[in-house]
């Protein structure tokens, strides 16, 4: 009888353990149930009602908002039960339910009133031992409609001036001024890029410097810059400190960035807070809208019209590269346009970009042997400038129109490889290596391939040039998004391609020249030939390379441009021994190459990166112990708009800029602004005094993100660099495209930053 009850008494006892030990964690949804309801226009409630045994940590608790119009204010949160967490030590934690009040602003033109509201949270099971990741949830908020603006309430802060105890009583209930009354608002156009904003002020009223904010509603591609203001009246507040406030009158010069030089309208918007000083009553924040009429920009870059203004107006900030190419793109004739491209094409001729295409060209010309006459080399070389030419202007075009960068498509590593061993195949039919290397049944059909090559049929050419625009230089110039911008703002597609058409022809009449010179100065069959045809060979495997190093690691880089060096080498005779004459210079460029090839493999193998230092990093710093010395900024990793989002809110909170950083591994520009720019001691020093946050978008992948992302900002492609204030808005006028050397971007910088 004792053995039965023995046994009923242990079952019982461990019935807890056994249910807890099968239960099932809840999904969060269920687990942390959420909801929020507009309580008035301007407060929001957000609730979590938890599972028992379940509970939210209070720091990870969180909300945003990317309705535009619409902005949240700082929520106040509970204080929380006190736990102490094995990982994160003392924390505050909420059981069962949770409610939260967040106020909301929203701006008078604002079109809805549906709200999406998105709550972060994280939180455990306290009996299962287990925590949730963080988890995010979103529902859809129905706001009451904006109510017609009537007398001001107390505010919730503290008057910046007490009221004066010696006031009778009838005085302290003096009635309030309505918002309009107090602070009498006004705005006009002062010129094509700069608008005024005036406010006259109530006696006894006053006006918050900090709280001036100006944005133009619509059009979206009109932005405004940084405000101008007189100095104020400083007043020391007991909560505040030191506070600027304006007295009596005030007026604001607000630049506008404008892409498009024709007349506008434009909704302008200008947002503020006030205070009566003698009843101690602030107003809450207040916004006025109007509408302007901007004129057309003239060459002066500014129409005078009618102004009542009696002070003087601060220059706005100048327009940035890109932004005053599609301004000249309006406003030019057709020949200037052409010939600015086309000067500007010049330049870019020789960048990383554009360079490696002489090789290629000058390669297939190469290929043809000594019998190919002058005017056969200048019908190649047209061919293939004219298709690599119609290429990126269509490519641009459809950029403008639709925002798809075509060249980022092809960037896809089967497509790279695929194109490199191209450059392989075309380099060994230079150097005769088929008949020796492969077999019989791939030799006829490799010679085949390359003796089509040497022909020089025009399709092929035109071929080459087509994928030779869209595969080797995808970056971005500014000259390129000047134009872009243009077709994008305008939808005219044929004065934009025209731009883009004769930048490409800019681009490509160094290739013309080098293309007809070679085959007017090709020597006569003999060695003289084969060294030749030897040389440009290693120029494409030289190119095929320079394509592989975006999509392999820089080691295996760094090895193949050893071994290309060293077998290059081997063959200038660099290990035999030299006649005299030609041959002691050949051996001597041999030699160079064989040693700096043999850096490049130690390099490699010690850790290095860098193909044109390859020792750095490799020597430990004497006293330290820490490999290399260099510097190099050190930015923090986005992939989303709302990963950007989420980070230009704290750096605001934290009162710091934001320099953000398009990055891509097939851009070239990109790793030279990576591997000149950002490791500069200088750029790093101005960088850091201006506390700056460094945000960087890889964008290599070219998927839905970084799209979405790149749209936000009109942008196709890197290289870019963009630059915000702690406001979280754009200084559009300060972008960054394409690649700017150290010393030109640490000047940039204080002008962006400062």
């Known amino acids: 009888m004792i053995r039965p009850l023995l046994l009923l008494l242990l079952s019982l006892l461990a019935l807890p353990f056994t249910s807890v ?11 942390f149930r959420f909801s929020a309801k507009a309580i008035d226009a301007h407060t929001i409630q957000a609730e979590w009602k938890l599972a028992p045994g379940y509970y939210l940590y209070r720091h990870k608790v969180r909300f945003e908002s990317d309705n535009r119009g619409v902005t949240l204010g700082e929520a106040t949160l509970p204080k929380g039960k006190e736990k102490t967490d094995e990982f994160l030590g003392d924390i505050e934690a909420y059981y069962d339910r949770l409610i939260i009040e967040i106020p909301v602003e929203r701006s008078p033109g604002t079109s809805t009133n549906r709200l999406t509201l998105t709550a972060y949270s994280q939180g455990c099971s306290e009996t299962l031992g287990l925590c949730y990741p963080p988890h995010e949830q979103k529902v859809e908020i129905t706001l009451p409609p904006l109510p017609i603006p009537d007398k001001p309430v107390q505010s919730a802060l503290p008057s910046l001036a007490p009221i004066s105890s010696d ?42 410097g900090s709280k001036f904010h100006f944005t133009v509603t619509d059009p979206a591609r009109i932005t405004t810059g940084e405000a101008q203001l007189p100095t104020g009246k400083r007043k020391n507040d007991e909560f505040f400190g030191e506070m600027e406030v304006y007295y009596r009158d005030v007026e604001a010069t607000v630049p506008l960035n404008r892409a ?10 200008a947002g503020f807070q006030g205070c009566s000083e003698t009843l101690g009553v ?48 309006a406003t030019g004739s057709t020949i200037l346009i052409i010939v600015t491209f086309f000067g500007l094409g010049l330049l870019l001729a020789f960048t990383p970009c554009v360079f490696p295409m002489i090789p290629i060209l000058s390669g297939i010309i190469i290929g043809q042997g000594d019998s190919i006459t002058t005017r056969r080399a200048f019908i190649i070389s047209l061919v293939y400038v004219l298709a690599m030419a119609l290429t990126y202007t269509v490519a641009g075009v459809i950029a403008g ?12 590593p089967w497509i790279l490889v695929a194109f490199s061993f191209v450059f392989v195949l075309l380099a060994l039919s230079m150097f005769g290596f088929y008949e020796l290397q492969m077999p019989g049944f791939l030799q006829s059909k490799l ?65 013309l020249a080098v293309g007809t010179s070679a085959g007017k100065l090709l020597p006569k069959a003999g060695p003289w030939m084969d060294a030749i045809k030897a040389v440009f060979g290693v120029m494409l495997l030289a190119v095929a390379i320079w394509m592989l190093e975006r999509i392999i690691p820089p080691a295996a880089a760094m090895v193949l441009w050893a071994l290309l060096f060293i077998i290059s080498a081997i063959y200038m005779g660099a290990l035999e021994k030299s006649t005299p004459g030609w041959s002691r210079l050949w051996k001597g460029t041999g030699i160079a190459l064989l ?25 430990v710093s004497a006293g330290t112990g820490v490999a290399g010395t260099g510097t190099h900024a050190a930015f923090r990793k986005i992939k989303s708009v709302q990963d950007l989002q989420r980070e230009l809110a704290a750096a605001s909170q934290q009162g710091r800029p934001v ?50 992302l790149l749209r936000k900002f009109g942008l196709i492609g890197p290289p870019a660099i963009l630059f915000f204030g702690t406001d979280k808005q754009e200084r559009r006028n300060y972008r960054v495209i394409g690649f700017m050397d150290a010393e030109t971007f640490r000047d940039h910088l204080k002008q962006a930053l400062y």
């Open 659 to 708: 320099m953000l950083d398009f990055y891509a591994d097939w851009c070239v520009s990109c790793k030279e602004l990576e591997k000149y720019t950002f490791t500069d001691p200088t750029v790093v020093a101005a960088l850091s005094a201006a506390n700056t946050l460094l945000l960087q978008a890889d964008v290599t992948a070219n998927d839905a993100q970084d799209k979405e």
């Open 167 to 208: 006031l009778a009583w009838g005085e302290q209930q003096e009635e309030l001024l309505e918002p309009e009354q107090a602070f009498a608002f006004s705005a006009e156009v002062r010129d094509a890029n700069t608008a005024v904003a005036r406010w006259q002020i109530a006696e006894g009223y006053y006006l918050y």
């Open 282 to 329: 602030c107003y809450p924040p207040m916004s006025q809208t109007v509408k302007l009429e901007l004129p057309a920009i003239t060459g002066s870059n500014s129409t005078p019209v009618p102004a009542v203004a009696t002070k003087p107006v601060a220059n706005p900030p100048p327009l940035s590269e890109q932004d005053s190419l599609a301004n000249s793109i």
């Open 595 to 619: 040693i700096y090839g043999a850096l490049l493999l130690t390099g490699a193998a010690a850790g290095g990166k860098d193909v044109m230092q390859p020792l750095r990093g490799v020597f």
């Open 260 to 269: 498009q030089s024709g007349p506008a309208t434009i909704t302008f918007q």
């Open 21 to 31: 030990a099968s239960e099932k964690p809840l999904p969060p949804d269920e687990a």
């Open 447 to 511: 010679a085949e391939i390359s003796n089509r090559q040497r022909s020089g049929t025009l399709t092929g050419v035109a071929a080459m040039g087509f994928l030779s625009a869209l595969i080797v230089g995808p970056c971005v110039a500014a000259p390129l998004m000047g134009a872009l911008i243009y077709i994008g703002q305008t939808g005219d597609a044929v004065l934009g391609g025209l731009a883009l058409f004769a930048l490409s022809l800019g681009m490509g009449a160094p290739l």
């Open 401 to 412: 129109l639709f925002g798809e960068n075509l060249q980022a498509t092809f960037q896809n």
